[in-house]
């Protein structure tokens, strides 16, 4: 039962937790976003071939096209782990000067692709990208690793925000100290989306959907190397991350057990201990049926993501998850009760 009134909660405290990810590497930075982190990693580095898993976003691909790399894909398994013995192939036949590699949604370690790209003996840098699992690194950081880089604002309320951490020096010279109206428009976004939250007011919601809409727009056409923003450094320092652990795991295993009995969709990945997961998947035919019928449900739910054809062309498993995959948010902004929502609205759902 929801309950009202007492003293307030605290959603904030003084925190360390990025400090201390940015300790375990001798190089650092954080810059405007994760593709921007990715940009920097690879700005000192002569351009070749860049390996990078087909199941991957078009901002994990631009950063190494704008910079004359070419770039090419690798298969996964069901479980979106590497195929590791087609990696090997693709390693000894094209000779990459980066694989990229990526724990997908808090569930899908790299320990096995790391240690297959170090057995081929090639002199390959590997850069990890743990956005999805954001708040386990210490639980998975790997020294075989050569970069590791993250997108910030996809799991705290920041206007923007990347990191990267590196074995090698970095070129943060190329960061460009500046507020983009990008971050303006982001920040009055979530603004306006948090009035929403106590108005229900269609005009707040058009507002922080246009504003969201723009801020997009502008970060696609102004692709530079910007440092983080003022406001976001803040926010990362009074972040409280173990109360967001905390509550993505049992956000995670409390939607699990909600859900788990659900014929419609299958459930991606069963709870684990020590996890704190990024949005609990699930998988459909209809998915598309279900994703329309959910948000009428006021439950809104992602796709993640569409793919070029040529990532298609070399993963079955990434061109069916393209089609059928769904991200059911669980994050930190929801409450036990809030869950119970959630799942109550997509159970009562008999498509």
Same mark, same amino acid.
């Not at 920097?40 to 860049?50: K, R, S, T, Y």
């Given at each position: 039962m929801r309950e009202y009134g007492s003293e307030f909660e605290v959603g904030y405290r003084p925190d360390t937790y990025f400090k201390s990810i940015a300790s375990k590497m001798p190089f650092s930075a954080f810059t405007r976003s994760?593709?921007?982190?990715?940009?920097?990693? *690879?700005?000192?580095?002569?351009?070749?071939?860049?390996?990078?898993?087909?199941?991957?976003? /078009?901002? @994990? *691909? @631009?950063?190494?096209? *704008?910079?004359? /790399?070419?770039?090419?894909?690798?298969?996964?398994n069901w479980d979106l782990s590497v195929d590791c013995d087609r990696l090997t192939e693709l390693i000894d036949e094209l000779n990459p000067g980066v694989v990229l590699v990526m724990d997908y949604f808090g569930f899908s370690p790299t320990k096995d692709a790391v240690k297959t790209i170090r057995k081929t003996g090639k002199v390959v840098l590997i850069i990890e990208d743990f956005t999805q699992c954001l708040f386990s690194f210490h639980e998975k950081w790997n020294n075989e690793v050569d970069y590791y880089v993250a997108s910030l604002r996809k799991s705290i309320g920041t206007p923007d925000g990347g990191m990267v951490l590196s074995k090698w020096s970095l070129d943060v010279g190329k960061l460009i100290e500046e507020r983009t109206p990008f971050v303006e428009h982001h920040l009055q976004a979530g603004v306006r989306k948090k009035l929403y939250n106590y108005s229900a007011n269609n005009d707040d919601k058009q507002m922080f959907r246009e504003l969201q809409a723009i801020a997009g727009a502008e970060i696609k056409q102004d692709y530079h190397l910007y440092k983080m923003s003022p406001e976001s450094a803040a926010i990362l320092e009074n972040s409280d991350v173990e109360t967001i652990r905390f509550a993505r795991r049992k956000n995670y295993e409390h939607l699990y057990e909600l859900l788990r009995d659900n014929q419609q969709f299958s459930i991606l990945f069963a709870p684990e201990d020590n996890r704190a997961p990024f949005m609990f998947i699930i998988n459909s035919p209809r998915r598309d049926e279900l994703q329309k019928a959910y948000a009428q449900k006021g439950v809104y739910c992602q796709v993640i993501w569409p793919l070029s054809e040529a990532a298609r062309a070399v993963c079955p498993v990434s061109k069916e998850m393209e089609k059928t995959m769904l991200a059911i948010p669980i994050d930190q902004r929801y409450s036990f009760d809030d869950i119970e929502d959630i799942g109550e609205r997509i159970n009562s759902l008999k498509l």
């Open positions: 994760g593709r921007e982190a990715i940009g920097l990693a *690879v700005a000192g580095i002569e351009p070749g071939i860049a390996l990078l898993p087909a199941y991957c976003c /078009w901002s @994990m *691909v @631009m950063p190494f096209e *704008v910079t004359g /790399w070419r770039v090419s894909y690798y298969p996964l």
